[in-house]
DNA sequence: GAGATCCTTTGACCTGGATCTAAACGTTTT
DNA sequence: AAAACGTTTAGATCCAGGTCAAAGGATCTC
């Protein structure tokens, strides 16, 4: 094989095997991880552990912090949250609720499943949120009604990238808005993370919130 | 490893292998192709072939059409096609005119690249052309246009998939709807193929079409 | 039917790469 | 400095699986 052809088969590959497989999943929430953590969730040894890391990172698809002893990896950018989050969704039927994935869980570093779509279009359909171009942005309603509720003023007109759904095939908010509203449903106990990586689970709380907006004129 | 995980790494692991990259990548103009004419292009023996092929075709991603002694394999779902233009688009930068690819080609079996995406901004703002939904829909003058165009008039109401085409972020139009427009614009010479798989060539009939598109009020 | 064409299956070969242990490297703490 | 900790590198092992030649079906042509 002389030419390679457009470098499908070696980002493929990337993720084509089990072990690099379930590094991947474990970073889709978005946070960093140190690789011993990682060796550790995994079931390997730091020594296979770290020579993933290095071919995942040489690939692009990780980067690593280093900070003092530790090496902290995680996802590159949200474009490969994105080709992962589409992989999985071949092969399943689409919109599966008996996946508890399905309910809300992180993409990347954002709110996705169903909760996530629900907020966005709740979001949309009370006037406080919009798209300018190909990008979410807060109307001015949309920034005192988050200002109250504890969103950091200074992230206010921060733009959100239009990201799929891909269990749903709807869009919901991505890009630095999309982070910032998670740090944010995170906070106020909309939601929790749970023991499994990437999976999310809706409070009393969040569902009330998420009703709310809709009831905004 | 005794649980897999969710099928992602078996699914990146079919794409993984270089052979079975080119494979599906020839079969991403959604055309069928026998098995011995993939051999050869393929440049691998005929029974290595045929072993992917089993291969890809157990994975589900491909489905086979036996034909009289030939066996006539094809891509088995838009959504498989979906993934790997994803996939392609992750380690390029978006939207690189330098690829031929940018600028016209199959996917799977409509159009895409900025020909396609010019194509569907045209329909819809000269109004002949909507959202409905999910999906597009000609609309009563887009049927019209759509008919002294040539245009079978039994397929006037199929409906289009709204497709995202990756190298721009932008959707054009997928799905039935979408296989019919390829098809016309193939015979009415808007288009035509090239020597590499995907690849079409935007012949000055097609400019002038969705020039003319944009013309009508 | 006999022969040709197309595809798949079988069996054997061989390489790539995943994995581990052990040792080296770098950083922080004492 | 020395010890403890986290990570990477080096070396060795071992197996999955990609590859081809040869044989076996299946289907068409004459």
New binding site residues.
């Given amino acids: ?1 002389i030419a390679v052809n457009g470098g499908f088969s070696e980002l493929a ?1 990337l993720i ?5 497989t379930e590094i991947v999943l474990l970073l889709m929430d978005g946070r960093a991880f ?4 990682l ?1 550790a969730l995994v ?13 995942l990172t040489a690939g692009g698809l990780l980067t ?1 912090l ?8 995680q996802l590159a950018t949200d474009a490969v949250a994105e080709v992962v989050e589409l992989l999985g969704s071949l092969g399943r039927t689409p919109a599966t609720r008996d996946n508890p994935l399905a309910e809300a869980r992180c993409c990347y570093n954002h709110l996705a499943g169903a909760f996530g779509v629900d907020l966005r279009r709740a979001l949309e359909l009370s006037g406080l949120l919009h798209v300018v171009g190909d990008a979410y942005e807060l109307t001015a309603e949309g920034g005192c009604a988050f200002l109250k509720l504890g969103f950091p003023h200074q992230l206010l007109n921060v733009r959100g990238k239009v990201c799929l759904d891909w269990t749903q095939r709807v869009p919901h908010i991505g890009g630095p808005m999309g982070t910032a509203i998670l740090d944010l449903a995170l906070r106020q106990c909309w939601v929790r993370r749970t023991e499994i990586p990437r999976q999310l689970v809706v409070s009393d709380i969040g569902r009330a919130v998420a009703a709310g907006f809709l009831a905004v004129t």
């Fill in positions: 094989m590959g084509g095997d089990p072990t690099r140190p690789a011993g953590e060796a079931h390997v040894s730091a020594a296979t552990m770290s020579h993933h890391l290095a071919i690593v280093p900070q003092g002893r530790h090496r902290y990896y």
